[in-house]
Protein backbone atom coordinates (compact mmCIF):
# COMPACT_ATOMS: atom_id res chain seq x y z
CA UNK A 1 0.00 0.00 0.00
CA UNK A 2 2.77 2.20 0.74
CA UNK A 3 4.27 1.27 -2.56
CA UNK A 4 1.23 2.28 -4.10
CA UNK A 5 0.88 5.61 -2.47
CA UNK A 6 4.53 6.79 -3.04
CA UNK A 7 4.33 6.04 -7.42
CA UNK A 8 1.08 7.95 -7.03
CA UNK A 9 2.65 11.26 -5.36
CA UNK A 10 5.38 10.40 -8.02
CA UNK A 11 3.52 10.35 -10.93
CA UNK A 12 1.53 13.23 -9.81
CA UNK A 13 4.55 15.68 -8.84
CA UNK A 14 5.79 14.34 -12.53
CA UNK A 15 2.85 15.57 -14.16
CA UNK A 16 2.54 18.82 -11.86
CA UNK A 17 6.04 19.85 -13.66
CA UNK A 18 4.89 18.80 -17.34
CA UNK A 19 2.44 21.40 -16.93
CA UNK A 20 4.50 24.30 -15.90
CA UNK A 21 3.36 27.05 -18.55
CA UNK A 22 6.75 26.66 -21.24
CA UNK A 23 6.53 30.64 -21.67
CA UNK A 24 7.38 30.92 -18.08
CA UNK A 25 10.64 28.93 -18.90
CA UNK A 26 14.11 30.82 -18.24
CA UNK A 27 17.44 29.00 -18.61
CA UNK A 28 20.14 28.87 -16.07
CA UNK A 29 23.87 27.80 -17.62
CA UNK A 30 24.59 24.11 -16.22
CA UNK A 31 28.18 25.65 -15.07
CA UNK A 32 29.16 29.27 -14.38
CA UNK A 33 30.79 31.05 -17.59
CA UNK A 34 34.70 30.91 -16.61
CA UNK A 35 36.78 34.52 -16.57
CA UNK A 36 39.49 33.33 -18.64
CA UNK A 37 40.39 31.32 -20.81
CA UNK A 38 42.03 28.27 -19.64
CA UNK A 39 44.61 27.44 -21.87
CA UNK A 40 46.12 30.97 -22.44
CA UNK A 41 44.68 32.80 -19.25
CA UNK A 42 43.23 35.74 -21.16
CA UNK A 43 40.22 37.13 -19.82
CA UNK A 44 36.97 35.47 -22.07
CA UNK A 45 34.32 38.75 -23.00
CA UNK A 46 31.01 37.66 -21.50
CA UNK A 47 28.83 37.00 -25.00
CA UNK A 48 25.95 34.84 -22.66
CA UNK A 49 22.56 35.75 -22.68
CA UNK A 50 19.60 36.31 -24.63
CA UNK A 51 20.02 38.09 -28.35
CA UNK A 52 17.38 39.17 -30.77
CA UNK A 53 17.45 40.44 -34.44
CA UNK A 54 15.37 40.30 -38.09
CA UNK A 55 15.96 37.65 -40.75
CA UNK A 56 18.17 37.48 -43.67
CA UNK A 57 22.31 37.50 -43.47
CA UNK A 58 23.49 41.27 -44.12
CA UNK A 59 25.75 41.63 -46.80
CA UNK A 60 29.39 42.99 -46.34
CA UNK A 61 30.61 46.36 -46.89
CA UNK A 62 32.56 45.08 -49.59
CA UNK A 63 33.63 42.32 -51.68
CA UNK A 64 31.54 38.90 -52.24
CA UNK A 65 28.01 38.15 -50.35
CA UNK A 66 25.30 35.95 -49.27
CA UNK A 67 22.41 35.25 -51.97
CA UNK A 68 19.46 37.94 -51.44
CA UNK A 69 16.03 38.11 -52.59
CA UNK A 70 15.39 39.18 -56.46
CA UNK A 71 11.90 41.04 -55.47
CA UNK A 72 12.03 44.90 -55.47
CA UNK A 73 9.46 47.31 -54.86
CA UNK A 74 9.15 50.27 -56.91
CA UNK A 75 11.44 52.70 -54.19
CA UNK A 76 14.10 49.68 -54.54
CA UNK A 77 13.49 47.88 -51.23
CA UNK A 78 13.39 44.60 -50.84
CA UNK A 79 10.62 41.91 -50.71
CA UNK A 80 10.91 39.49 -48.35
CA UNK A 81 10.83 36.22 -50.27
CA UNK A 82 12.27 33.06 -50.70
CA UNK A 83 12.95 33.77 -54.35
CA UNK A 84 16.90 34.17 -54.85
CA UNK A 85 19.18 36.57 -56.84
CA UNK A 86 20.79 33.19 -58.57
CA UNK A 87 22.46 35.97 -60.69
CA UNK A 88 24.74 36.58 -57.75
CA UNK A 89 28.11 35.62 -59.04
CA UNK A 90 29.27 33.65 -55.94
CA UNK A 91 26.93 30.87 -57.50
CA UNK A 92 28.33 27.88 -59.59
CA UNK A 93 25.62 27.33 -63.02
CA UNK A 94 24.51 24.18 -60.54
CA UNK A 95 23.96 26.15 -57.47
CA UNK A 96 22.74 28.86 -59.64
CA UNK A 97 20.01 26.80 -60.99
CA UNK A 98 18.85 25.44 -57.57
CA UNK A 99 18.00 28.71 -56.77
CA UNK A 100 16.32 29.67 -59.66
CA UNK A 101 13.84 26.90 -59.47
CA UNK A 102 12.93 27.14 -55.89
CA UNK A 103 12.22 31.14 -56.96
CA UNK A 104 9.85 29.46 -59.02
CA UNK A 105 8.63 27.06 -57.05
CA UNK A 106 7.98 30.46 -54.48
CA UNK A 107 6.47 32.44 -57.27
CA UNK A 108 4.07 29.56 -58.42
CA UNK A 109 2.37 29.73 -54.88
CA UNK A 110 4.30 26.85 -53.60
CA UNK A 111 5.91 26.81 -50.28
CA UNK A 112 9.74 26.20 -50.71
CA UNK A 113 10.58 23.03 -48.53
CA UNK A 114 13.48 24.15 -45.84
CA UNK A 115 14.99 22.94 -42.46
CA UNK A 116 13.09 25.52 -40.91
CA UNK A 117 9.45 24.92 -41.84
CA UNK A 118 9.72 21.25 -42.30
CA UNK A 119 11.32 20.70 -39.25
CA UNK A 120 14.54 19.79 -39.37
CA UNK A 121 17.82 20.29 -38.24
CA UNK A 122 19.44 23.49 -39.06
CA UNK A 123 22.77 23.86 -40.63
CA UNK A 124 25.04 26.97 -40.64
CA UNK A 125 24.54 29.73 -41.87
CA UNK A 126 21.10 28.74 -42.46
CA UNK A 127 20.13 29.13 -38.69
CA UNK A 128 21.91 32.25 -38.17
CA UNK A 129 19.89 33.62 -41.28
CA UNK A 130 16.21 32.70 -40.29
CA UNK A 131 16.26 32.79 -36.17
CA UNK A 132 15.14 35.60 -34.41
CA UNK A 133 16.61 35.29 -31.23
CA UNK A 134 19.79 33.40 -29.96
CA UNK A 135 21.21 32.24 -26.14
CA UNK A 136 24.23 31.74 -25.73
CA UNK A 137 25.78 29.94 -22.61
CA UNK A 138 29.26 30.01 -21.72
CA UNK A 139 31.05 27.38 -20.17
CA UNK A 140 34.87 26.08 -19.43
CA UNK A 141 34.65 23.26 -22.32
CA UNK A 142 31.91 24.08 -24.50
CA UNK A 143 29.83 26.77 -25.86
CA UNK A 144 26.09 25.94 -26.20
CA UNK A 145 24.17 28.20 -28.61
CA UNK A 146 20.27 27.93 -28.42
CA UNK A 147 17.99 29.09 -30.68
CA UNK A 148 14.28 30.54 -30.56
CA UNK A 149 12.22 28.45 -32.93
CA UNK A 150 11.93 24.26 -33.38
CA UNK A 151 14.25 23.77 -30.18
CA UNK A 152 17.31 24.03 -32.22
CA UNK A 153 20.85 23.61 -29.98
CA UNK A 154 24.51 23.90 -31.16
CA UNK A 155 27.11 22.42 -28.92
CA UNK A 156 30.76 23.94 -29.87
CA UNK A 157 34.02 22.46 -28.07
CA UNK A 158 36.70 24.78 -26.79
CA UNK A 159 40.31 24.50 -27.72
CA UNK A 160 40.35 21.07 -29.26
CA UNK A 161 40.96 20.43 -33.46
CA UNK A 162 38.43 19.12 -35.78
CA UNK A 163 38.23 15.20 -35.64
CA UNK A 164 40.40 13.62 -38.37
CA UNK A 165 37.37 12.12 -40.59
CA UNK A 166 34.60 13.80 -39.22
CA UNK A 167 31.46 11.93 -39.19
CA UNK A 168 28.59 14.34 -41.52
CA UNK A 169 25.82 15.36 -38.80
CA UNK A 170 22.95 17.69 -40.24
CA UNK A 171 24.84 20.47 -37.43
CA UNK A 172 28.22 19.28 -38.49
CA UNK A 173 31.15 19.54 -36.32
CA UNK A 174 31.66 22.93 -34.64
CA UNK A 175 34.98 23.78 -32.56
CA UNK A 176 35.46 27.01 -31.12
CA UNK A 177 38.57 29.07 -29.14
CA UNK A 178 38.78 32.88 -28.29
CA UNK A 179 41.51 35.21 -29.59
CA UNK A 180 41.05 38.54 -27.53
CA UNK A 181 37.64 39.33 -27.29
CA UNK A 182 36.39 37.32 -29.91
CA UNK A 183 34.84 33.64 -30.07
CA UNK A 184 36.24 32.05 -33.36
CA UNK A 185 33.77 29.18 -34.11
CA UNK A 186 34.57 26.88 -37.04
CA UNK A 187 32.42 24.02 -38.54
CA UNK A 188 33.19 21.37 -41.03
CA UNK A 189 31.26 18.13 -41.98
CA UNK A 190 27.66 19.53 -42.46
CA UNK A 191 25.53 16.23 -43.90
CA UNK A 192 23.93 16.71 -47.12
CA UNK A 193 20.54 16.16 -47.72
CA UNK A 194 17.06 16.99 -49.39
CA UNK A 195 17.23 20.10 -47.26
CA UNK A 196 20.76 21.15 -47.08
CA UNK A 197 20.97 25.05 -47.30
CA UNK A 198 22.56 27.92 -46.52
CA UNK A 199 19.82 30.60 -46.57
CA UNK A 200 15.91 30.49 -47.11
CA UNK A 201 16.36 30.83 -51.09
CA UNK A 202 17.44 27.24 -50.95
CA UNK A 203 21.39 28.04 -52.01
CA UNK A 204 22.72 24.39 -51.93
CA UNK A 205 26.59 23.00 -50.16
CA UNK A 206 28.71 20.07 -50.95
CA UNK A 207 30.56 18.15 -47.97
CA UNK A 208 33.33 20.62 -48.50
CA UNK A 209 31.44 23.59 -47.20
CA UNK A 210 33.26 25.35 -44.13
CA UNK A 211 32.02 27.99 -42.27
CA UNK A 212 34.09 30.60 -39.74
CA UNK A 213 31.81 32.52 -37.16
CA UNK A 214 33.10 35.17 -34.91
CA UNK A 215 31.34 36.77 -32.24
CA UNK A 216 32.39 40.05 -30.44
CA UNK A 217 30.60 42.83 -28.39
CA UNK A 218 30.63 46.15 -30.44
CA UNK A 219 28.83 49.16 -29.06
CA UNK A 220 25.24 49.79 -28.55
CA UNK A 221 24.37 52.26 -30.83
CA UNK A 222 26.58 50.62 -33.49
CA UNK A 223 24.47 47.79 -33.54
CA UNK A 224 21.45 49.93 -33.31
CA UNK A 225 22.43 51.07 -36.52
CA UNK A 226 23.30 48.22 -38.10
CA UNK A 227 20.34 46.82 -37.62
CA UNK A 228 17.53 49.57 -38.73
CA UNK A 229 20.45 49.99 -41.73
CA UNK A 230 19.60 46.26 -42.35
CA UNK A 231 15.59 45.99 -41.87
CA UNK A 232 15.38 49.33 -43.73
CA UNK A 233 16.44 47.78 -46.88
CA UNK A 234 13.37 45.74 -46.57
CA UNK A 235 10.90 48.48 -45.22
CA UNK A 236 12.11 51.52 -46.59
CA UNK A 237 14.61 54.29 -45.30
CA UNK A 238 14.19 54.84 -41.15
CA UNK A 239 11.61 51.98 -41.08
CA UNK A 240 12.52 48.88 -38.54
CA UNK A 241 10.73 45.42 -38.19
CA UNK A 242 8.17 44.96 -35.49
CA UNK A 243 9.86 45.56 -32.37
CA UNK A 244 8.55 41.65 -31.41
CA UNK A 245 7.80 38.76 -33.31
CA UNK A 246 5.18 35.54 -33.52
CA UNK A 247 7.56 33.02 -32.12
CA UNK A 248 6.76 35.00 -28.65
CA UNK A 249 10.74 36.41 -28.12
CA UNK A 250 10.46 39.55 -26.18
CA UNK A 251 11.03 42.93 -27.48
CA UNK A 252 14.57 44.02 -28.72
CA UNK A 253 16.04 45.97 -25.42
CA UNK A 254 15.83 49.64 -26.89
CA UNK A 255 18.70 50.63 -24.53
CA UNK A 256 21.67 51.87 -26.56
CA UNK A 257 24.55 52.10 -23.64
CA UNK A 258 24.24 47.90 -23.68
CA UNK A 259 26.50 46.42 -25.41
CA UNK A 260 25.51 44.80 -29.13
CA UNK A 261 26.50 41.52 -30.39
CA UNK A 262 27.93 40.84 -34.04
CA UNK A 263 28.82 37.72 -35.93
CA UNK A 264 30.93 38.14 -39.06
CA UNK A 265 30.61 35.05 -40.95
CA UNK A 266 32.56 33.12 -43.85
CA UNK A 267 31.45 30.95 -46.13
CA UNK A 268 33.63 28.82 -48.52
CA UNK A 269 32.67 25.91 -50.38
CA UNK A 270 34.38 25.56 -53.92
CA UNK A 271 31.69 23.00 -55.35
CA UNK A 272 29.17 25.40 -54.67
CA UNK A 273 30.95 28.34 -54.97
CA UNK A 274 32.77 30.76 -57.29
CA UNK A 275 34.37 32.50 -54.29
CA UNK A 276 34.52 32.60 -50.35
CA UNK A 277 32.06 34.84 -49.38
CA UNK A 278 30.94 36.90 -45.92
CA UNK A 279 28.50 38.14 -44.39
CA UNK A 280 27.13 39.17 -40.48
CA UNK A 281 24.51 39.10 -37.99
CA UNK A 282 24.04 41.65 -35.48
CA UNK A 283 22.09 41.13 -32.32
CA UNK A 284 21.10 43.02 -29.65
CA UNK A 285 20.02 42.27 -25.79
CA UNK A 286 16.18 41.04 -25.80
CA UNK A 287 13.83 41.59 -23.04
CA UNK A 288 11.21 39.01 -21.03
CA UNK A 289 12.28 35.60 -20.60
CA UNK A 290 12.83 32.67 -23.27
CA UNK A 291 9.62 31.42 -24.97
CA UNK A 292 9.41 27.68 -26.20
CA UNK A 293 8.29 27.70 -30.13
CA UNK A 294 7.41 24.34 -31.16
CA UNK A 295 8.11 23.43 -34.84
CA UNK A 296 5.12 22.29 -36.88
CA UNK A 297 5.77 21.28 -40.76
CA UNK A 298 4.35 23.47 -43.14
CA UNK A 299 4.06 21.04 -46.47
CA UNK A 300 1.29 22.38 -48.35
CA UNK A 301 2.17 26.40 -47.78
CA UNK A 302 0.77 29.32 -50.07
CA UNK A 303 4.32 30.33 -50.28
CA UNK A 304 4.94 34.20 -48.98
CA UNK A 305 2.10 36.56 -48.49
CA UNK A 306 4.10 39.38 -50.24
CA UNK A 307 4.19 37.68 -53.36
CA UNK A 308 1.72 35.17 -53.80
CA UNK A 309 -1.93 36.55 -54.55
CA UNK A 310 -4.44 34.63 -52.73
CA UNK A 311 -6.34 32.36 -54.77
CA UNK A 312 -9.67 33.05 -55.96
CA UNK A 313 -12.21 30.89 -56.97
CA UNK A 314 -13.22 31.10 -61.17
CA UNK A 315 -17.21 30.99 -60.06
CA UNK A 316 -19.04 31.27 -56.30
CA UNK A 317 -19.37 28.04 -54.17
CA UNK A 318 -23.36 29.09 -54.02
Not at 210 to 231: F, N, P, S
Request: glycine share 8%.
Amino acid sequence: MHRRRGSLLLIMSTAAAALTPAHAQTLTPPTERPDRDANTGVSIPDLSGIWGRWFNLEPPSSGPGPVVSKLRRPDGTIIFSAVGDYTNPILRPESAAVVRKNGEMELSGSAVPSPHNQCWPEPTPFTLSIQLGMQMIQQKDEVVLLYLSDHQVRRVRLNVPHSAHPAPAWQGESVGHYEGDTLVIDTIGQKVGPLSMVDRYGTPFSPALHVIERYRLIDGRTARDLQQKHESAYFGAGRSSPPNNPYGRGDIDPDPTKPGLQAEITVEDPETFTTPWSASVTYRRVQGTWPEAVCAENTRGSGSSWVSLVPQAARPDF
